[in-house]
């Protein structure tokens, strides 16, 4: 079964800053990987995802991913981070075969301050 | 474009009280449906997936249910409330067919007393 790693519960960064969220994962076959925000009191919206093709992924608000096989990890960047950016931000794993069900991390509070 | 509506989207009830929440798909036809359970420091969790109608597979065995009435609509139920069932509880759906993206609904807050 595959299994996601959030290694950082909370984030803090000042505005303007750039920021990496973590991201690492098992699993004995190929993967598909993705990244969801979600605001408070709100559902997850999903940022991007990486499916094949480039390792490298653009999402929406400015984030991007790099997919990287031989360790294992999907990691979230922001070159520069918004107040509007402070929300909860989960991993998540599917396997590409078979229906798609997601395995998330526990997440990343993101806390950006001025 | 196809878009996902649940509720309530906040509930409150006593321990031993019965539960329903709805949740809607518009704009597309045989999707999966999925239930998710998110509670505080513990990520999400997924209690129930459908492919179709009448069908429901269960992931976490607990007190509660879900139904698949029809295409598009998925019921998470209960008959008798727990406090470990507080949380916020989450829709989501996929394209039939597609091995990839979810899209989650609005979720619904669920306080056990």
């Known amino acids: 079964a595959q299994s996601v790693t959030q290694l950082d519960s909370q984030v803090p960064v000042f505005e303007e800053a750039p920021v990496e969220l973590r991201c690492n994962y098992s699993s004995s076959v190929s993967v598909y990987l993705f990244w969801y925000v979600q605001y408070p009191n709100q559902g997850l919206q999903l940022l991007l995802k990486y499916l094949s093709g480039s390792t490298l992924v653009k999402g929406i608000n400015g984030f991007e991913a790099e997919f990287n096989k031989s360790q294992t990890s999907f990691h979230l960047r922001k070159p520069s981070v918004h107040i509007s950016d402070t929300a909860e931000y989960f991993c998540?794993?599917?396997?590409?075969?078979?229906?798609?069900?997601?395995?998330f991390g526990k997440g990343t509070m993101l806390l950006v301050s001025p | 474009s196809q878009t996902i509506h649940q509720w309530p989207a906040t509930l409150v009830q006593p321990v031993g009280s019965p539960l329903s929440l709805e949740c809607t798909v518009e704009?597309?036809?045989?999707?999966?449906l999925y239930w998710y359970r998110q509670a505080a420091g513990r990520g999400l969790q997924l209690l129930f997936y459908?492919?179709?109608?009448?069908?429901i597979s269960s992931e976490v065995p607990q007190n509660l249910s879900a139904s698949r009435p029809q295409d598009r609509q998925f019921i998470l139920s209960s008959k008798k409330l727990l406090l470990s069932d507080s949380g916020f509880y989450l829709c989501?759906?996929?394209?039939?067919?597609?091995?990839?993206?979810?899209?989650f609904g609005e979720g619904s807050w669920l306080t056990v007393v």
């Open positions: 998540a794993v599917s396997l590409n075969s078979g229906y798609s069900t997601l395995t």
């Open positions: 989501a759906w996929s394209v039939r067919g597609q091995r990839n993206t979810i899209y």
């Open positions: 459908s492919v179709g109608i009448g069908q």
């Open positions: 704009g597309t036809s045989n999707p999966n």
